[in-house]
């Protein structure tokens, strides 16, 4: 399922250029960190470790690829031990 990338107009280049992007998330990634990319001139930009928009390069792109994939593993190990956590603790 390949995505088809839209080239940007040169209206969305230059409404960017005079007002400045309007980024939209496009993907989440972990809870702090997300893709966006520009309704516009349809730029892609993902945060960084320090939490600052970057461009997302290729490099950024498999690091967040890899992070998702992480962060899905943990989230599901976490749900299986509340699973398996008894509800009541008997004493005696």
């Known amino acids: 399922m390949n995505k088809v990338q ?19 998330v496009s993907k989440q990634i972990t809870h702090h960190v997300y893709e966006y990319q520009c309704s516009h001139c349809k730029k892609e930009m993902t945060t960084n470790s320090n939490g600052a928009l970057t461009d997302l390069t290729p490099k950024y792109r ?3 690829s890899v992070l998702k994939k992480i962060h899905q593993n943990k989230q599901t190990r976490y749900a299986n031990q509340e699973l398996n956590k008894p509800l009541l603790k008997m004493t005696s």
């Open 62 to 64: 498999e690091i967040n």
């Open 6 to 24: 839209q080239k940007p107009s040169r209206k969305g280049k230059l409404y960017c250029s005079i007002f400045g992007h309007k980024f939209s």
